[in-house]
Nanobody, 125 residues
Framework: VQLQASGGGLVQTGGSLRLSCLASGRTLSNSVMGWFRQAPGQEREFVAAIKWNGGHTFYGDSVKGRFTISRDNAKNTVFLQMNSLKPEDTAVYYC???????????????????WGQGTLVTVSS
């Protein structure tokens, strides 16, 4: 399984960015696709996830109401639309995937076996 994340960049406070994660190498049926982020000196933090079957979404508390995760079945791609960005959103964002996960494990980074390379998001104040 290969995950390719893209879309990061520099944006001002209050701005928007959309990240993409293209998955290949395995059917995404029964998968969970997630986004995590890691700022310098901090632990990896859960941002959002989506169940491929049914599209049920999950969000970390710090991004609820500002970020939206979605998927394009035909393109095997997951998106993270980030609005109202804040300087504290600055981090490297990683997409992750795994299969047949129980709901309680979805926010746990250690439960994902497949990771993309990360894309840097910088929000200037």
């Amino acid at each position: 399984v290969q995950l390719q994340a893209s879309g990061g960049g520099l944006v001002q406070t209050g701005g928007s960015l959309r990240l993409s994660c293209l998955a290949s190498g395995r059917t995404l049926s029964n998968s969970v696709m997630g986004w995590f982020r890691q700022a310098p000196g901090q632990e990896r933090e859960f941002v959002a996830a989506i169940k491929w079957n049914g599209g049920h979404t999950f969000y970390g508390d710090s991004v609820k109401g500002r970020f939206t995760i979605s998927r394009d079945n035909a393109k095997n791609t997951v998106f993270l639309q980030m609005n109202s960005l804040k300087p504290e959103d600055t981090a490297v964002y990683y997409c992750a995937a795994d299969w047949n996960m129980t709901q309680s494990r979805i926010p746990m980074s250690r439960m994902y076996n497949y990771w993309g390379q990360g894309t840097l998001v910088t929000v200037s104040s």
